[in-house]
């Protein structure tokens, strides 16, 4: 990873707002604040030997109402879930500067695999022709033979995004990602103003470890591809990394959470800023799944039922 | 124009690039942060009214919501390229007419015969047509099938690394060309007869690139690929190979962008309009397309089809 210090942990205290002079609290691992008095929105700058300045974003593309209207599609869409689910209101919302890190490297890869080549075999075969008589014919069928391979692999690798918050997970992350990286920009604080922003709540090593990870998946598609052969099989590689570099980027995420039920907790939905693609975990109602496979299983024995007596 | 080098790869950084094109490592930031001594809360003020403003996503930038006016923000510069190296024109137009007329002379049987004679200009068009040129290094993978050590299937794996150095390969971008006729004209340019301008022809058009440097990027990449593809084959055993996979690491990738003079000729022979392409270098080098004598063709047939019958009658 890049120049990677510790995650700025302790509430900022003692800040002013530039607009009224009141006093402003920003809470521990955030970046912007609002002023109560005047609700100016404020960006935090900080020495840069304070922490990690993020060195690229993405904006927001998505406004709050299409983000609350594609949330609201979406558990409309959403099946088996708990009554009031699809009909309750967004409780909150909020459009957040996600912190994370875009890792990049150059990768080389040692394999080896059995590649399968297909032959083709012809045999003879005896069986009784419509007259019942024995007639010998020929057919072809299709055999693999292995053979063993090992290679090299090299490539750069870039574009492998994780999260550097612990509020939201990598694979929330993954299931929203890709973001166009064509539209990052250079960090400017223009783009945060009247916007939550985190810092990162990971340390730069927990990141990379999550991002080799994700290059190693990434590198196991490609490898897979580079294979000749009609087939493969027992395919083990080993990846080493170099030049790696990881740099701070904050990701426009909507974060919205649904109180279908007060007995119940509010179902959190995450919605990529950029691109509208979401992720949630809606309440499924197992009731209904349990009505449902029943009426299947009831639908199928009525219909061997009527095939029979046809 | 470049601002320096990928501390990775070797590459050519462009004063705007966020990150390398080839490896994707950030860019050095070209203008340091003014040094700020500790935290503070700062607000963006509106250029126009002095409000409190804060960044919009409809207007994908900050917005005043007293006065409407939009902030700009500092986007990737991502231009289209434009040519920075001309070639010279070193034929005329009287060169170009003459040497489609020898060029149709040699066209063979299969062509009328008053082709030569009967052909009339119709157009010439000078122009230069746009490319890019690319020197790189880079260390190629690849793996295949071939016929060499193959047991009971035909075919049978092979893999293997090189290290490659392309220079001067050039990757057509032109729109009035075809990217095959581009390549079999390059050959024949003197890469050294150069100048900043386009000189040798006056009024002679200069194709626009048509791309975005960052689309560029990726074409020449995708050429690199390609070029690494055909030389791996060289390393391949057998003479049967198939699914053959290159990965390639360019540990440098320069390009230049080009200007190459040509020549685009329209001729009338009957009723119907045929093109040609001249090289504005050397006359020797004519491509295009010329009429086909189908009578010829229909007698040579017939003649052949007569002579076969007649030997086989003959041996019956």
């Known amino acids: 990873m890049g120049a990677v210090s510790a995650a700025v942990e302790a509430a900022l205290d003692g800040l002013s707002c530039e607009s009224c002079g009141a006093a402003l609290n920003v809470a521990a691992g955030e970046r912007t604040t609002r002023c109560p008095y005047c609700a100016s929105p404020a960006v935090v700058a900080r020495p840069r030997s304070a922490g990690e300045e993020p060195t690229f974003v993405v904006g927001f593309v998505i406004p709050e109402e299409d983000a609350r209207t594609r949330a609201k599609a979406w558990m409309r869409s959403t099946w088996f879930v708990k009554?009031?689910?699809?009909?309750?209101?967004?409780?909150?919302?909020?459009?957040?500067?996600?912190?994370?890190?875009?890792?990049?490297?150059?990768?080389?890869?040692?394999?080896?695999?059995?590649?399968?080549?297909?032959?083709?075999?012809?045999?003879?075969?005896?069986?009784?022709?419509?007259?019942?008589?024995?007639?010998?014919?020929?057919?072809?069928?299709?055999?693999?033979?292995?053979?063993?391979l090992?290679?090299?692999?090299?490539?750069?690798?870039?574009?492998?995004?994780?999260?550097?918050?612990?509020?939201l997970h990598n694979e929330e992350l993954e299931a929203i990602e890709p973001y166009d990286l064509r539209a990052l920009r250079r960090y400017t604080p223009k783009i945060l103003s009247g916007w939550l922003a985190e810092d990162p709540s990971r340390t730069a090593a927990e990141c990379a470890t999550m991002a080799r990870e994700e290059a190693v998946q990434q590198i196991g598609r490609r490898v897979s591809a580079f294979m000749p052969g009609d087939s493969h099989r027992?395919?083990?590689?080993?990846?080493?990394?170099?030049?790696?570099?990881?740099?701070?980027?904050?990701?426009?995420?909507?974060?919205?959470?649904?109180?279908y039920?007060?007995?119940?907790?509010?179902?959190?939905?995450?919605?990529?800023?950029?691109?509208?693609?979401?992720?949630?975990?809606?309440?499924?109602?197992?009731?209904?799944?349990?009505?449902?496979?029943?009426?299947?299983?009831?639908?199928?024995?009525?219909?061997?039922?009527?095939?029979?007596?046809? | 124009?470049?601002?320096?080098?990928?501390?990775?790869?070797?590459?050519?950084?462009?004063?705007?690039?966020?990150?390398?094109?080839?490896?994707?490592?950030?860019?050095?930031?070209?203008?340091?942060?003014?040094?700020?001594?500790?935290?503070?809360?700062?607000?963006?003020?509106?250029?126009?009214?002095?409000?409190?403003?804060?960044?919009?996503?409809?207007?994908?930038?900050?917005?005043?919501?007293?006065?409407?006016?939009?902030?700009?923000?500092?986007?990737?510069?991502?231009?289209?390229?434009?040519?920075?190296?001309?070639?010279?024109?070193?034929?005329?137009?009287a060169e170009a007419r003459e040497a489609l007329k020898a060029w149709l002379g040699t066209k063979g049987f299969f062509r009328p015969n008053d082709l030569q004679d009967r052909a009339a200009v119709d157009g010439l068009k000078p122009l230069w047509w746009v490319g890019w040129m690319f020197d790189a290094h880079a260390g190629v993978c690849w793996?295949?099938?071939?016929?060499?050590g193959s047991g009971r299937s035909a075919w049978a794996p092979h893999s293997g690394r090189f290290e490659m150095r392309a220079d001067n390969v050039v990757v057509p971008a032109s729109v009035g060309l075809e990217a095959e006729e581009?390549?079999?004209?390059?050959?024949?340019?003197?890469?050294?007869?150069?100048?900043?301008?386009?000189?040798?022809?006056?009024?002679?058009?200069?194709?626009?690139?048509?791309?975005?440097?960052?689309?560029?990027?990726?074409?020449?990449?995708?050429?690199?690929?390609?070029?690494?593809?055909?030389?791996?084959?060289?390393?391949?055993?057998?003479s049967s190979v198939r699914n053959l996979h290159?990965?390639?690491?360019?540990?440098?990738?320069?390009?230049?962008?080009?200007?190459?003079?040509?020549?685009?000729?329209?001729?009338?022979?009957?009723?119907?309009?045929?093109?040609?392409?001249?090289?504005?270098?050397?006359?020797?080098?004519?491509?295009?397309e010329a009429p086909i004598a189908w009578g010829k063709i229909i007698f040579v047939s017939v003649a052949i089809i007569s002579m076969i019958a007649l030997i086989a009658s003959a041996l019956v």
């Open chain 1, 234 to 259: 027992e395919l083990r590689y080993k990846t080493s990394f170099a030049h790696e570099h990881g740099a701070l980027v904050l990701l426009p995420v909507w974060v919205l959470a649904v109180k």
């Open chain 2, 246 to 288: 290159v990965s390639v690491l360019p540990s440098t990738l320069t390009s230049k962008h080009l200007a190459f003079p040509a020549f685009v000729l329209a001729y009338r022979y009957g009723d119907k309009l045929y093109r040609a392409v001249v090289h504005g270098q050397d006359a020797s080098c004519v491509l295009g």
């Open chain 2, 143 to 148: 793996a295949a099938d071939s016929d060499a």
């Open chain 2, 1 to 93: 124009m470049s601002v320096g080098t990928c501390t990775r790869c070797s590459s050519p950084l462009e004063r705007e690039d966020l990150r390398c094109a080839v490896c994707a490592l950030p860019a050095p930031r070209m203008v340091e942060a003014d040094g700020v001594r500790e935290a503070v809360a700062q607000i963006l003020r509106c250029n126009g009214c002095g409000a409190a403003v804060q960044y919009s996503a409809e207007v994908q930038a900050p917005k005043c919501d007293f006065c409407n006016s939009v902030m700009e923000i500092e986007t990737p510069d991502d231009p289209v390229e434009q040519a920075e190296v001309f070639l010279d024109f070193t034929i005329s137009d």
């Open chain 1, 83 to 148: 009554s009031g689910f699809k009909e309750a209101d967004v409780t909150d919302m909020r459009g957040v500067y996600l912190p994370a890190y875009l890792y990049s490297a150059s990768a080389r890869v040692g394999y080896t695999a059995s590649i399968g080549e297909n032959y083709t075999v012809t045999e003879t075969y005896t069986t009784t022709d419509a007259n019942g008589k024995s007639v010998t014919r020929t057919r072809t069928r299709v055999e693999t033979e292995w053979r063993s």
């Open chain 1, 261 to 310: 039920d007060p007995e119940q907790p509010a179902v959190r939905m995450v919605l990529n800023g950029q691109t509208g693609a979401l992720v949630g975990r809606p309440p499924r109602s197992w009731t209904k799944v349990t009505i449902a496979i029943v009426a299947g299983i009831f639908a199928l024995a009525l219909v061997i039922y009527l095939g029979i007596e046809a």
């Open chain 2, 182 to 238: 581009c390549r079999e004209l390059v050959p024949y340019y003197d890469l050294a007869r150069n100048s900043t301008e386009p000189k040798g022809h006056p009024g002679a058009t200069v194709e626009q690139f048509t791309v975005q440097r960052s689309a560029a990027r990726r074409i020449i990449s995708r050429a690199l690929e390609g070029v690494a593809r055909s030389r791996a084959r060289n390393y391949v055993p057998g």
């Open chain 1, 150 to 167: 090992s290679g090299e692999w090299s490539a750069y690798l870039d574009d492998v995004v994780v999260t550097a918050s612990r509020g």
